[in-house]
Each structure stands twice: as structure tokens, then as C-alpha cells.
């Protein structure tokens, strides 16, 4: 796993010496002296061959030491990630665990009515949810929502003025701003998390030991629940390990459309003024957690499935 | 031999699938009987509906199977008749079944001895205490060393003999009238296949259950079962008790069946193996009269046109055939 | 696995069948996915077909009193911010979307492919290092380096986001191909093919890639539903397909603006897209129904 994450970091820091000198522009403006650039250069390890910059920056990374960003005036680093961050996992973690709890048992239900009307319904539900560009769903609430109902807001995260009001009524009102950006976020998650539960269901209840369970004399119930679901959510509990990662750069769009300001929209901003420092953390906070996300799964399949313990 | 009074009693069982590409006779109009304390060995090969049957005496058939006819009498009691509870009562408790593939039977997620406490939880009214020791009694008595180590072992950390073992005692744990097991060796390898059979037939010694043997394997027939039915296409084509059956086939199917397992006799002579002709016809297009008739070799006219019914040719052996009597003549020749 | 359900279906009906013909024959029995075969057909005929026989140029300026007017009998669709025929874009710019969604998945599956093939057949260090490799890839967030890759290679043609979307998207393919792969090489018939004494790339591709065709079938159909998205929030965020050549995403974009006023321009790419990638993932799950072994039995 280690070399894992020197190697990614690796790449990220390759691909981005691709986007350019972050100094090009300011050695265009006239008004910058040629001394200070050489000087803002020294101060970011610039100056050095790039295999050295690469360990001083991945040194600096681990200490925590991330520096302070290019274009943001000079601002740490760690306060626009910091910022960034909240709003993003706010969004994120609210969309999963709306998306998971709505449409586990939703898909689970669906295996053990098959073909029926509902089952049809939300096969369909679903489809439409992977299907659908979440840009464009994320406009159409908006101008449905937004601007023809006026119920909701189409933007932001909070209404202009609202910092001074007592915590409850902030609390509210950012709710209320959360709704869209949440629904347009967990389309897709609902759609393929409700496909995945469905058709691991109804594998499991096809299985030898289902059969076993009901010739045993067991209640109907106790065989769905104790027998079949229990098996039949060992996959979704690993996908949900996976998807951890998603919780920062899944957003990107979402976070585009309804303007905030959350780690997406950093990363993007920070790739495009080459913003060094902000976006090697950006990206390095991304691979990280993709990787940890990948333990996390192995080490959930663990707990959940006796097989795998012990081998 | 004396036997017992009548606990199964199946009488014309039918039980037809309806798939998209027509209508699966599995069953058609089985018959056979079970006395206290036997086993009845119930032979054919793959197809023939032997477990179909035995999925339908435990109310177990899957859509689009469907029973739509005959008695299943059980203690005197019909059981295509009984609700849904009533048969989950009767089930596990009254009738036991293990199955084939003792690798996927068992849940791989519960340990073994939960899965057989749970059995006895939920037909008798015993403290967890109490079934657990009964779960290690149970282990003891299939033979699986170390019992108490084995109870708190997952199925995967078990070979598939012991695996086996542990569904004879999850069976078993009820005490039940009636063991149905549905070719519970043929997984197995041949010498664990020996060791399940012998234990099979101590425990029925012990515990005086009656066993429904379905098997394709006429040589553990031979070992195992006191009765024997003969299955064909959804029908029992001859049935009897096991001397009878080996020592004077009559329906052609089963002496063509014996005929074909190799014997000391044949290695010497040196003549070819005879194997029936032909092949077990097309579900969706059966054969008009006789269903054995084009593989047949004694077939008539009559046989092409008409089913026979079972008939009773000599006291307790019968047989559905227009001819048992050619075939004992070729037995003879 | 083919030789069984041959012998099967050859005894059951008296006739020999093969695997295909069994795909097809369950497929067709799937209603959604022949419906959505039969959408694809049109949608894929009218955008290659639609722009031949348009009144109007993809490029053609309209007057001002053209400019962003609603839907009408001279313009099915309306017009867009500087007057041209929305649904002669739509047309124009389904063509690009569609040929980024097939040729993209197709450039990732034979990276896929390959890179599965070598690794699960190998085993051993060959796979180590391509796994690992892969795994690498994987791990980098896609998005934003797909952002950066954009940006950073030169030119503006549609050539440049096809391979950037394949770039990051061979590796689901490989880790599908190489399972594949792994299970397959043990199978008898491997061995004998050995023990003849053909060589291990013929093994590979004539022998068990045909066999793993299945699920890449399967993967590239919804891929390419998924690429066509991708492609849409690439030129949406401005790095995709640059205007003015019309596709579906930067049509969205421009229609951004306009939202309050000219609501046509946001329906007509959007709904454009979504059937599409909708037929494409119903189709894609007849077809994994329809090649899925197990119901075989």
C-alpha cells in the first residue's frame, strides 16, 4: 500500500509539471521584477532539479507542512482545504447515506418480488438514475425548482446574511440549500446501488443453502433475513467501502452546477491557474483516500465474510 | 420380511412445470409407498423426476413447478393439502433432507453448530443451553471427531464427508419419521461415500426412520434399500422389494439398467457392455404410449399406442410394461 | 462451457445451436432490450443521416429576429443564442458525442483487453506489474486529471478527448479481461492445446479470448453510455469538444445562460442524451441477462 501511494504520488506530480510553469505568467507582467520572481521561485523549491523538488514536496506533504497557495493571495493551504472539505463531505456523506438507505432495501425487495409492478417501477427508476446526466438533472431542478416554483434555491450554500443568525435557523437554512445539490448527487449511487442489491438478492436466493434453510422447517422470514440477506450484502458492503472515495471528487460536477465552493471546484480551479501547492494536495488527499477506500473495502469483506478471515 | 404400517403413502403424484417453451410433465402420476422403519430406494437417471418428487413431498416446488394432482399421505394426513405452516411445522421436524452438493448446502457466512442449534430451536421448545449440548451430541453421533471444536467451525473449514455429516445431523437433530435424502453421496468421493452409507444405516438401525434413497446408482441401491421404485419420464415404471428388483427385473428399462453395470461375468466373457439404446426422450416432446417404447427392444404396436398401468405380477412387485413376460424369457436365455 | 449448452440444446430440440444463436434467441425475448436496440438504430441513422438532410447548415448564422426563438414549424427545436437550428445541431452534435462514446471505449478495450490477456494468462511477475501498474491508475482520481490532461495536450479536436476518456478507462476492461483469463487458462482445453504445441499468443486470442467475449460485450455497451457523459461534463466544464461544433455537453453548456429565458435549449441536448444512454444501459443489461451461463443450466 505504501509503495502504492509513492507511486500515485509519483504520477500526479509527473502530470502536473505537464501543466507549466506556474511562474509564466507573472514573468510576462512587467510590473513584477525579474529578482522577486527568482525569489518567489527560491522560496518553492523552483530552482531545483525536479527529482529533488519532488522529495521536498512529498517530504512536506507527510509533515503536514502544505504551504501556501500561489493565486489565493498567499492563503495557507490548509485553511481553502479545510474550508473546502466541509462542504464537500457535508454533501457527499449526506448523499451516500441517503442513496444507500433508500435504495438497498428498495433493490432488496424488488429481488424477492420479481416481476412484479414494482419491481418494473423501480427497474426503471433505476435505469433512469444511472442514465441520467447529472448536469443537466441538476439544471432541470434548478429551473423547476428554482426559478419557476421559487422553493428552492438554485445555488450556494447559504443565504447571503445569514452568519449572524442563531445556529438553528442557519442550520435550516442550509438544509435547505443542501436538498438539490443532495437529490441531483445520489441519482446516480440510488440507481446502480439499487441494480446491485436486486441482483445480488436474487443470486443468493437461488443458492443450495436457501434450499437448505426451508427444508429445515424455517420460517419464511428467518430465511430471507437470516439466511439470504445476510450473504446477499456482502457485496453491497464492500461497494460501500469503495465509493468512499467518490465522497471528494464525485462531486466536482454537482458542485460546479450549484456553485459551491467544496473540494471539486478547489481542484479544477487550482489545475487551471496552476496553482501548484493547492492542487498536489488536492489531488494527493484524493488518491489517499482511494486508497485507504480500497482497505477499507478488503477490510470490511473480512469482517462480513467468515471465509475470507481465515485464509 | 414383516413390514411395518404405512407412513408415506404418495398416489399419483403429478407435478408439471410451465415454462415459456411448454409444459414439463417432471411428475406425472407417481405412486409408490414407505412402511415405518424402511428404506425405499428410488432409482432412474438424471431427468427421470425422482427429485422433483421428492421436492414435492416436502411442498418445496419452486414457480413455474406446480403440484396439480395426487396425494401425498403422510401419517395419514394429505400434505398437498396442508397451509403453508402447517408443512413448516412437518418439515425438518417429522420429514428430514439432506441434498447433493454438501459444499453449497450449508451457509458459508453461520457457523455449523448455529445452523443445526437453529433447527432444533425452532421446531422444540428447548433453552439455547439444552439444544447446544444436543448440537454436540448430534456431531458425536454422525461421527465428526471433536465435536465441540467443530461446533463453532465454519462450513468451509470442513471437508465435504464431514459437511455431509453435519447435514445428516442437522436433519437428524428432530428425530424425524422420514429421511429423504436426494443422491446425498454422489458428490462425494467413493470411499467417504462408504462412510456416509454405513452411517446412514446405523442411524436408521438406531433410530428406526424410514429412509426415501433417490439415487441413480444401482449398486448403493443394492446396499441400502429394503424396497426399491423404478422412475421413467415422471413415472414409476416398476417397484418392488430389492430381491425381487435384482434377482427378476420385468419392465425392459430395469433390466437393460442391470444388464449395463459390470460384472465379473462379463469381464471374463468378455462381451460387450450392453447399454440401452437411444437416449431420455425430450421433455417437451414425449413419446406417444409407452414412454420407453423407442428404446425398447421388445416394443410393439401396442406399446406405441397405449400407457400401460401398473400391474401387480407376482405378490408385492409390480410394473407398468405390456410384456414383463419377454423380458423374463430374455432373463432366462 | 460452449460445447455443454450445444449438447444440450442439440438434444433438447434435435439440432445444433450455437452459443450466439442461444444469445440472441434469449435476447430477443427481453422487450426493453430490443426496444432500446431499435431506439439506438434511429438515434445512430438520424444523427449520421439528420445533417445531409437539414435545410439548414450546422454553422449558419441566423438573422436577429432568429436568434433564440421557441420551438416552431420552421424550427422543430428553435433556434439557439446566435440563430442557428437547434435540432440540426442536436443531429451534428449526437454524431460527435456518439463517435466519442464508441471510439473512446473501443481504444480502452483494446488496451483493456491486452493488458488483461497478457497479465491473467502469465500470472506470475507479468501480472504483478501490470496489476500494480493498473491499481496505480485506479487510484488517481480521474476528474481532474482528465481536466489537466485536456488542458495540457494540444489541439482542440475530438481526436484529443477520445483518448484522454480512454486513457482512464481501460482499466475496468483489463481487471474484467484478466479474471477472465485466470479461470479460463485452467480449463482442459488449454492443455491440450499445449500439449499440440500451438504457440501461447495463438492460445490467447484464438482460443480464450473468444470464450471471455461475454462480459467485455457487457462492460463496452454500457461503456459507451457512460462515455458519452463523460464526454458531456468534460465539454460541459469547457475541456471537451470545442465550440463551434456542436455536442451534446457544450450545447448544454451554452444553454446554461439562457436557462430562464430559452428553457428549449436546455430539454432538447439533455433528453437527447439521456434516451440514448438510457438504450444503451437497458441493452447492455439484456445482454449480460442473455450471456449470463448460469441460467443455462
Not at chain 1, 223 to 229: D, G, N, P, R, S
Not at chain 2, 217 to 241: C, F, Q, R, W
Not at chain 3, 108 to 115: E, F, K, M, N
Amino acid at each position: 500500500m505504501i509503495p502504492l501511494f509513492f507511486g500515485v504520488a509519483l504520477v500526479t506530480f509527473a502530470v502536473l509539471s505537464l501543466v507549466g510553469d506556474p511562474f509564466a505568467q507573472m514573468a510576462i507582467n512587467p510590473r513584477i521584477r525579474p529578482e522577486d520572481i527568482a525569489r518567489l521561485k527560491h522560496a518553492w523549491g523552483f530552482d531545483l532539479p525536479w527529482y529533488l523538488r519532488f522529495f521536498k514536496w512529498f517530504w512536506s506533504m507527510i509533515t503536514g507542512n502544505w504551504g501556501v497557495s500561489i493565486f489565493a493571495g498567499g492563503k495557507l493551504v490548509t485553511e481553502l482545504v479545510g474550508r473546502a472539505i466541509m462542504y464537500t463531505l457535508r454533501f457527499s456523506i449526506a448523499s451516500l447515506i441517503f442513496s444507500f438507505i433508500i435504495a438497498v432495501p428498495i433493490g432488496i425487495y424488488s429481488a424477492l418480488h420479481q416481476y412484479t409492478f414494482f419491481d418494473y417501477f423501480f427497474t426503471f427508476i433505476a435505469f433512469f438514475g444511472m442514465s441520467m446526466p447529472t448536469f443537466w438533472f441538476g439544471f432541470i431542478l434548478m429551473m423547476i425548482f428554482g426559478l419557476r416554483l421559487r422553493w428552492l434555491p438554485i445555488g450556494g450554500v447559504m443565504s447571503p446574511g445569514i452568519e449572524t443568525a442563531p445556529f438553528l435557523v442557519r442550520l435550516l437554512d442550509q438544509t435547505k440549500y443542501m436538498i438539490l445539490p443532495v437529490i441531483v448527487l445520489s441519482l446516480f449511487s440510488m440507481g446502480s446501488w439499487m441494480r446491485y442489491a436486486r441482483s445480488s438478492m436474487l443470486e443468493v436466493i437461488k443458492q443450495d443453502y436457501v434450499r437448505t434453510a426451508r427444508a429445515k422447517g424455517l420460517p419464511e422470514r428467518t430465511v430471507i433475513f437470516k439466511h439470504a440477506l445476510r450473504n446477499a450484502l456482502i457485496p453491497i458492503v464492500t461497494l460501500l467501502g469503495l465509493s468512499l472515495p467518490g465522497i471528494i471528487s464525485g462531486a466536482t460536477i454537482t458542485e460546479t452546477v450549484f456553485s459551491i465552493p467544496g473540494m471539486g471546484r478547489l481542484t479544477v480551479d487550482a489545475m487551471l491557474s496552476n496553482d501548484y501547492p493547492v492542487a498536489m494536495v488536492c489531488l494527493l488527499l484524493e488518491s489517499g483516500l482511494l486508497i485507504v477506500g480500497n482497505l477499507v473495502a478488503d477490510l470490511l469483506y473480512a469482517v462480513v465474510d467468515p471465509r475470507i478471515r481465515y485464509s | 420380511m414383516e413390514r411395518g404400517e404405512v407412513l408415506l403413502d404418495v398416489r399419483d403424484l403429478k407435478t408439471y412445470f410451465f415454462t415459456d417453451d411448454g409444459v414439463v410433465k417432471a411428475v406425472d402420476g407417481m405412486s409408490f409407498t414407505i412402511h415405518k422403519g424402511e428404506v425405499l430406494g428410488l432409482v432412474g437417471e438424471s431427468g427421470c423426476g425422482k427429485s422433483v418428487a421428492s421436492m414435492s413431498i416436502m411442498q418445496l416446488v419452486d414457480v413455474p413447478g406446480k403440484i396439480v394432482g395426487g396425494e401425498i399421505i403422510f401419517k395419514g394426513e394429505d400434505l398437498v393439502k396442508k397451509t403453508p405452516e402447517q408443512m413448516r411445522k412437518i418439515r425438518g421436524a417429522e420429514i428430514g433432507m439432506i441434498f447433493q452438493e454438501p459444499m453449497t448446502s450449508l451457509n458459508p457466512v453461520y457457523t455449523v453448530g448455529d445452523q443445526i442449534m437453529e433447527a432444533i430451536l425452532v421446531h422444540q421448545d428447548v433453552s439455547e443451553e439444552e439444544a447446544k449440548k444436543k448440537t454436540i451430541e448430534l456431531l458425536r453421533l454422525v461421527g465428526i471427531p471433536e465435536p465441540e471444536r467443530r461446533f463453532n467451525q465454519y462450513p468451509h473449514e470442513l471437508s465435504g464427508g464431514m459437511r455431509q455429516r453435519v447435514m445428516i445431523a442437522m436433519a437428524m437433530s428432530c428425530n424425524p419419521d422420514l429421511l429423504i435424502s436426494d443422491e446425498a453421496t454422489t458428490a462425494l468421493d467413493v470411499t467417504i461415500q462408504a462412510q456416509i452409507l454405513e452411517l446412514m444405516k446405523d442411524l436408521q438401525r438406531k433410530t428406526g426412520m424410514a429412509i426415501l434413497f433417490i439415487t441413480h446408482d444401482l449398486a448403493l441401491v443394492a446396499e441400502m434399500a429394503n424396497s426399491v421404485a423404478v422412475a421413467y419420464t415422471g413415472k414409476i415404471v416398476e417397484y418392488g422389494d430389492v430381491y425381487s428388483i435384482f434377482k427378476r427385473p420385468r419392465h425392459p428399462y430395469t433390466y437393460g439398467l442391470l444388464s449395463s453395470v459390470p460384472s465379473l461375468k462379463t469381464e471374463k466373457t468378455k462381451t460387450p457392455l450392453p447399454a440401452i439404446e437411444g437416449m431420455v426422450p425430450n421433455p417437451y416432446r414425449m413419446p406417444s404410449g409407452c414412454h420407453f417404447n423407442p428404446r425398447c427392444p421388445f416394443a410393439t404396436e401396442r406399446c406405441r399406442k397405449e400407457m400401460p398401468e401398473l400391474a401387480e405380477i407376482e405378490p408385492g412387485h409390480l410394473v407398468r410394461c405390456f410384456h414383463p413376460v419377454a423380458v423374463e424369457k430374455e432373463a432366462n436365455a | 462451457m460452449a460445447v455443454e449448452v450445444t449438447k444440450v440444446e442439440e438434444v433438447l430440440t434435435g439440432r445444433v445451436e450455437t452459443y450466439w444463436y442461444l444469445v440472441g434467441k434469449r435476447l430477443r425475448k427481453h422487450k426493453l432490450a430490443m426496444i432500446s436496440l431499435v431506439v439506438l438504430i434511429i438515434i445512430i441513422l438520424a444523427c449520421v443521416v439528420g445533417p445531409y438532410l437539414s435545410p439548414y447548415h450546422v454553422a449558419e448564422l441566423g438573422s436577429t429576429e432568429e436568434v433564440m426563438q421557441p420551438p416552431s414549424l420552421k424550427h422543430p427545436l428553435g433556434t439557439d443564442e446566435l440563430g442557428r437550428d437547434v435540432l440540426t445541431r442536436l443531429l451534428y452534435g449526437g454524431r460527435i458525442s456518439l463517435m466519442v462514446g464508441f471510439s473512446s471505449v473501443f481504444s480502452a478495450l483494446v488496451v483493456g483487453i491486452v493488458v488483461g490477456a497478457y497479465a491473467g494468462y502469465y500470472g506470475g511477475i507479468l501480472d504483478t506489474i501490470l496489476m500494480r501498474f493498473t491499481d496505480i491508475m485506479f487510484s488517481i482520481p480521474v476528474l481532474p486529471l482528465l481536466i489537466v490532461l485536456a488542458s495540457v495536450i494540444p489541439g482542440a479536436g475530438v481526436w484529443k478527448i477520445i483518448l484522454v476518456i480512454a486513457i482512464f478507462g481501460w482499466m475496468t476492461d483489463a481487471r474484467i479481461v484478466r479474471g477472465m483469463f485466470l479461470s479460463l487458462r485452467e480449463n482442459e482445453y488449454v492443455e491440450a492445446a499445449r500439449a499440440i504445441g500451438v504457440s501461447n499468443n495463438r492460445i490467447i486470442w484464438r482460443h480464450i479470448l473468444p470464450n471471455s467475449l461475454a462480459p467485455i460485450i457487457v462492460s463496452a455497451t454500457l461503456g459507451v453510455g457512460g462515455n458519452i457523459i463523460y464526454e458531456a461534463a468534460l465539454s460541459y466544464l469547457g475541456f471537451g469538444v470545442m465550440p463551434p461544433t456542436p455536442s451534446w455537453g457544450n450545447m448544454l453548456q451554452n444553454a446554461q445562460y439562457a436557462m430562464a429565458i430559452a428553457p428549449w435549449l436546455v430539454w432538447s441536448p439533455g433528453i437527447a442524451m439521456f434516451i440514448t444512454v438510457l438504450a444503451f444501459n437497458y441493452l447492455g443489461d439484456g445482454l449480460r441477462d442473455a450471456m449470463d451461463p448460469r441460467l443455462y443450466r
